[in-house]
């Protein structure tokens, strides 16, 4: 089984920037993809950005441009550097991992707040 941490929410104002990461232990070898979703008050959880173990990153259409996913293999972490927020990108951002053979591993989930 794969665990997940996640760090680097916080309070910043529009216009700012964070950094989230998501440090992954245990059985690495089965995560396919990482991926993190985010949820804010009222709606539903919805995919931000997905990265493969190889292959093409994804972005919601709402973040292009300035969300950017990676990963650091030698680390086992996936990041999400967040530039240019908005208050609209408030919500508690969880990190994902979809496992072979196995059901996808959900991190506990970091807030992330952006005050106008």
């Known amino acids: 089984q794969v665990t997940l941490v996640e760090s680097g929410g916080g309070l910043v104002q529009a216009g700012g920037s964070l950094r989230l990461s998501c440090a992954a232990s245990?059985?690495?070898?089965?995560?396919?993809?990482m991926a993190w979703y985010r949820q804010a008050p009222g709606k539903e959880r919805e995919l931000v950005a997905s990265?493969?173990?190889?292959?093409?990153?994804n972005y919601a259409d709402a973040v292009k441009g300035r969300f950017t996913i990676s990963r650091d293999n030698a680390k086992n972490t996936v990041y999400l550097q967040m530039n240019s927020l908005k208050p609209e990108d408030t919500a508690v951002y969880y990190c994902?991992?979809?496992?072979?053979?196995?059901?996808?591993?959900w991190g506990q989930g970091t807030q992330v707040t952006v005050s106008s």
């Open positions: 994902y991992a979809r496992q072979v053979f196995k059901p996808p591993q």
């Open positions: 245990g059985s690495i070898f089965r995560v396919s993809a």
């Open positions: 990265i493969p173990t190889a292959g093409t990153s």
